[in-house]
C-alpha cells in the first residue's frame, strides 16, 4: 500500500545519484514551504535501467531508516529506482530538467508509485503517444534570491559586456557517420538536418528519421571496410541519429549567432569546450573556460546587455533552465520560438524571442542601440520570473499532482 499523502507538512526525501542545478533549489524551496527534507547521496549508475547492487543499497538503506516521507524526489527520472520505490512503498517524484531522457518509454515509467513531470510538453506529448501515461507537464523554475546574494558578492569580477554566451558547443558523431554512408542516404539526412536547421519552433527530426533509415544507415556501415565505419556498424539507433543529427544542428545555431553577435558587439563566451576548436571559427569573440553555476554564472548574467541562449534542438516546445535562469540574474535572454516561449513570453515586452538567425541579427543590432528598452526588458522579465517561475509554486503543483494522481 502506497503511502498517503499530507496536504501539509509534507515530508521527502531527496535523493541524489549525480550532481544537478537543481540540488540547492529545490530542497530550499521545499523547505520554504514547511516540507521535511531528509537528503541521501548515492553513487551514478552506468546503466540507469539495471543496477543490482545500487538498488540493493538503496532498498537496504532506506528500508533500515523508516523515514515515513510522503514522496522521494531525484532531479531526472531514474528507472533503475522506480521498482526499488515501489517495492517500499514509495511514491516517487521525479522532475527532468534535460530533454529528451536518455532512455526510450521504459516499463519502469508505467510503475503506479512514478510521478514523472517534464519541463517539455511536447516530450509529455510523445510519451502518451506512445502509452506512457505516468507523465506529466511542469515548466522549470528558478530561485532569484540565491542568485541575487551571488550577484551582489561577486559583481566586481566581472566587466560589463555586450553579448554572452554560457553553454556547451556539442560533440556529434553526425558527420562522422555520415562521410560513411551512400550518397542518396547520405543526401536524404543532409536535407532533414538543413530543413531542421531552417525551422525554429518545430522539431521534425523524429517523424523524418524512420527505422527504415537507421536500417540503411547501418547496412551501409556494415559494408564499409573502414575502421571509422566500424566503430558505428550495427550499433546506430534511431535515438541516437536523432540526438547526434539535433546536436549538430545546435552547435551550427550557436556557431552562427555567436558570429552575428561578435561582428555588432564585444562577445564573451564561457565553455567547457577547448578555445582552439572555436577560435578559428569565433575570432572576434573573447572564448573564456567555464564559470560556476551559483557563484559565477549569475553575474555574468546580469553585466551581459543580452545574454544568447540557442536552445538544444530536441526540446521541442519547452523553455530551459538557463533561459529562466537569465532572467532571474535580472538579465536580458534572446530566445528561439517556441510553443512554450510564445506562451509564456512576448518579445520586446520581457524577452527577445526569434524564429530565424536572421530575425536574431536584426533584434541585437536594435536593441543594442536602445538601453533604455534593454532595461525596460530587463525589470519585466525579471518581475516575470519573481510572479510566475518560482520553486514554491510549482512544488505545491507536484502536491496538487500527486493528491489528484
Known sequence: MLNSVIIKGMKVLFIRLFESYFDRTVPEGMKRLGWEVDEEVFFTP??????????????????KMSGGWDFCFTVNFWPVLAPVLEDLGIRYVSWSYDAPLNFVGTPEMERANNYIFLFDRGQVRDYRSQG????????LATDPDIFSGEIEKNREKYSDCGVSFIGSFYYSPY???????????????????????????????PELVTDDIVSQVNADLTKDKSQSAEIFAGNVTRQNLIYAMATR???IDRLTLLTLASGL???VIYTSNKPEELASV??????NGPVDYFTEMPVIFNRSRINLCPTLRCITTGIPLRAIDIMACHGVVLLPLSEESAEYFESGTDSLLYSSCDEAYDL?????????????????????????FTMEERLRTIERTINDN
Open 249 to 251: 544542428i545546435t552547435c
Open 175 to 205: 558527420t562522422s557517420v555520415v562521410s560513411q554512408i551512400g550518397g542518396h542516404l547520405r543526401g536524404y539526412l543532409d536535407g532533414v538536418l538543413e530543413a531542421q536547421k531552417n525551422l525554429q519552433g518545430g522539431y521534425i527530426l
Open 132 to 139: 506512457v501515461t505516468r507523465v506529466w507537464h511542469l515548466p
Open 265 to 267: 558587439a564585444d562577445t
Open 46 to 63: 552506468q546503466d540507469q535501467t539495471n543496477d543490482p547492487k545500487l538498488q540493493q543499497l538503496v532498498h537496504d538503506r532506506l528500508e
Open 364 to 388: 541585437m543590432k536594435f536593441y543594442l542601440a536602445n538601453d533604455d528598452l534593454l532595461e525596460k526588458i530587463r525589470d519585466n522579465a525579471y518581475a516575470k520570473i519573481k510572479r510566475d
Open 282 to 287: 569565433l575570432h572576434q569573440a573573447q572564448i
